[in-house]
């Protein structure tokens, strides 16, 4: 199928792009870019006036609940979630039942996404077997399956000597290791920032500290060891200072942030909104600032979801008994959108970090429209204004603390390899 | 989510009782008025009014209590109230039923008023937020969030005792950190306008960022209670050794227990008060709390009192002035 995208503003950040320039699609690849290559016949054109056309958007941690949880969501219903929020690459964490510790539980998240056909899905490994933190996985197994970077998730590796271990077996498959950096043990059984929030409700707390230590600990890790390290879901300003110290000296290692992070703090807890319950947990009004500086300056390098859909029971319970998660796929674009009316990013950032550089971290072809590659693509009206409800979302979770927001920003077109997989009818 | 003011109905007035935290003064010197008049309800040799005729009031536990759970079934019954005590440790939740269906299944039969006690805090927020129109919650604890009945008869034995609030530095020594209590007396005592409010104790005991609060920090006992006219103290659990809070008790108790000599800065008609129970030799000596100074068998005495006018004002059945007309 040959596709013709006319009229839009595009915005490709991996090749300097930056205007009103006509896209085109052949065979699932993007062909050229402003004129038409000789005998170039639409099979489909896509009139993209007024709208945004840039790199189908690259998510780095999206939950899709399957294997095991699929009372939850499904990579099905989840994948119609991603291709309506613009998302065409969508990294999920090892975090199944069981865990991606295997190569056939990879290869069945990767199977059953492509018979969804809506959005690539590529899952982390976990770095060990039942994430249980003791034992090494298979992690070269888990690469030839598909896997690009490893990772315990929030099941962290207690003992240093395995940790270390991990991250050279790790490095020597060329894998990245994902750390979601929280100390267990000062984060102990706590549910909400350790602050003014967390004493006015009698709730327990998790200090920055959790995050910090387990930050320094593993820089000094990466330090000797030398392997590519991605830092997931940070929650301090002080996380993030450090990890621009460690990339000033010269260490692989790269940071992203969830949306919520940039936008809400722990005050959104008052009045124990379990829709705010989330790890790590929202902290002060500085973090988010600070948060917010750290990724304009390029320290964190991209936003994700942390999209964690439930079913509404999950959430009905007091706030320290309620699962923790927000369903965020399709609030990731005018979430992101706002920090561009807010002035923390141009919308040339903005976009760059929810395509290329998210791309680059995972090690995966996607996120730019060089000629030649697949062509997954995003179009998007950027001055359209909605209100976030219940009934708009396509995700099977509705557990949103951004609902009755006036959002803006709405995804017109998704197109995965070329293939149309949404379109917004107004 | 809903931010409006849960506790309070479209007009104002008072329909659940959750936390002291955004409640307005008057509506507190309401409480403790009408308090005033049922103590004399409560000493007449009929001791009951007809206000909650007819309705159906549930103590609904989640947690064991004696005292707070037993001041609450007598103020519903002197309110001639029906009163149904449920021990929930013992039944549903142990058969995996979740607390929305307790609730639910309670309001479908035709309940008028939950008194609940949660070791979670939010607990009592939960349940009202999903409660029937017709349903009032009061909050009997919940975690370490709030109890802020016991704030409230707390403030009536202050008020009692020392007259009016805003002349007044209150100390509040020992373990804040786990405490309700505290929490719901640091809101009612800035509500109601006290002078100072002070907390004492070791900062592995205070909470992050406390003088959020509106309170001063203190970790020196005598320094902190230097010219205070109420000293409150708080029971210290013995799991706190457990988790690293503290060394020992015996330190503790050199350190923050109450003793006539440790009381020499304080004014020198000080009262001292305790919610209960109390620890002899852990943060209070017994020559202190049995002295003259101490108000803690007031403070027990209250409770009936002040529970009455809270279920009557959440029921709005408090006539308003409420005192005038009852006298």
């Known amino acids: 199928m040959r596709v013709r995208i006319s009229g839009g503003r595009v915005i490709d950040p991996a090749n300097d792009v930056d205007g009103r320039l006509d896209l085109f699609i052949a065979d699932g690849k993007v062909v050229a870019l402003g004129r038409a290559p000789d005998g170039f016949a639409a099979d489909l054109q896509i009139d993209a006036t007024h709208r945004i056309v840039c790199p189908g958007l690259v998510d780095l941690r999206a939950h899709l609940r399957e294997p095991g949880q699929e009372h939850k969501a499904t990579i099905a219903s989840e994948s119609r979630a991603a291709a309506y929020g613009g998302i065409t690459t969508l990294c999920c964490p090892p975090t199944t039942q069981p865990p991606v510790d295997s190569p056939a539980v990879a290869s069945l998240i990767i199977r059953r996404a492509e018979a969804a056909g809506l959005t690539r899905v590529v899952p982390l490994g976990a770095m060990t077997r039942g994430l249980d933190g003791k034992r090494l996985s298979e992690m070269a197994a888990l690469r030839q399956a598909g896997c690009t970077g490893v990772s315990n998730d929030f099941g962290t590796i207690e003992n240093p000597l395995i940790l270390a271990r991990a991250m050279e077996y790790a490095a020597t498959f060329d894998l990245t290791v994902f750390v979601n950096a929280q100390d267990p043990r000062l984060a102990g059984n706590g549910t909400v920032h350790d602050g003014a929030v967390c004493s006015r409700l009698g709730l327990s707390g998790i200090p920055a500290a959790a995050e910090t230590v387990a930050v320094a600990g593993c820089l000094a890790l990466v330090e000797q060891i030398g392997v590519r390290t991605h830092f997931s879901l940070l929650s301090t300003a002080r996380a993030a200072q450090m990890i621009a110290r460690a990339q000033h000296d010269g260490l692989p290692v790269t940071a992203d942030v969830s949306a919520h992070h940039l936008h809400l703090t722990e005050n959104d807890v008052l009045d124990f909104d379990s829709q705010c319950h989330v790890i790590p947990p929202l902290r002060t009004l500085r973090d988010r600032d600070g948060l917010r500086q750290w990724l304009a300056r390029g320290t964190i390098a991209a936003i994700c979801s942390d999209h964690q859909p439930h079913e509404a029971d999950a959430k009905l319970a007091p706030f320290g008994e309620t699962e923790t998660g927000i369903s965020a796929l399709e609030t990731l674009l005018p979430l992101s959108l706002r920090l561009v009316d807010d002035g923390v990013l141009t919308l040339n950032e903005m976009i760059a970090s929810l395509t290329l550089r998210p791309a680059r971290i995972l090690g995966v072809e996607a996120g730019d429209l060089t000629p030649g590659r697949r062509a997954d693509v995003c179009i998007f009206d950027p001055e359209h204004y909605w209100v976030l409800s219940r009934d708009r979302l396509l995700s099977r979770g509705h557990n949103t603390p951004f609902l009755d927001w006036e959002l803006k920003g709405r995804v017109t077109h998704t197109l995965l390899g070329g293939v149309p997989v949404f379109e917004h009818k107004p | ?327």
């Open chain 2, 1 to 327: 989510m809903d931010k409006r003011n849960l506790q309070l109905d479209d007009n104002g007035q008072l329909r659940h009782f959750l936390t002291i935290e955004g409640l307005k003064r008057q509506l507190l010197v309401d409480i403790l008025d009408a308090a005033e008049s049922f103590t004399s309800v409560t000493e007449q040799t009929v001791k009951k009014v007809p206000l909650l005729r007819g309705k159906t009031i549930v103590n609904l536990f989640f947690e064991s209590s004696t005292r707070t759970r037993t001041t609450f079934e007598l103020a519903a019954k002197r309110l001639s109230a029906d009163v149904l005590n449920i021990n929930v440790n013992a039944s549903a939740t142990t058969k995996g039923e979740t607390l929305l269906d307790t609730q639910r299944n309670l309001e479908a039969m035709h309940c008028d008023m939950f008194v609940v006690r949660h070791a979670v805090s939010g607990a009592a927020h939960f349940i009202a937020r999903h409660a029937a129109p017709h349903v009032s919650v009061i909050n009997a604890g919940d975690g370490r969030h709030s109890h802020p009945t016991q704030a409230m008869l707390d403030m009536f034995t202050i008020r009692r005792h020392k007259g009016e609030f805003h002349k007044l530095r209150v100390a509040i020594v020992g373990d804040i950190l786990h405490s309700r209590v505290a929490r719901s007396q640091i809101h009612a005592l800035s509500t109601l306008g006290v002078e100072e409010i002070r907390v004492i104790g070791p900062r592995t005991l205070i909470p992050a960022e406390a003088h959020t609060l509106g309170v001063h920090v203190h970790h020196d006992l005598r320094g902190g209670l230097r010219d205070v006219d109420v000293i409150i103290t708080l029971r210290l659990q013995h799991e706190r050794m457990g988790g690293a809070f503290l060394p020992s008790e015996h330190e503790y108790f050199q350190l923050y227990g109450l003793t006539e000599a440790g009381l020499e800065t304080a004014k020198p008609d000080a009262i001292i008060m305790h919610p209960g129970p109390i620890n002899r030799g852990v943060e209070i000596d017994s020559a202190v709390a049995d002295g003259p100074r101490s108000v803690i068998l007031d403070q027990v005495a209250h409770g009936t009192a002040v529970r009455m006018a809270i279920m009557a004002k959440a029921m709005q059945r408090l006539p308003t002035p409420p005192a005038r007309e009852l006298h």
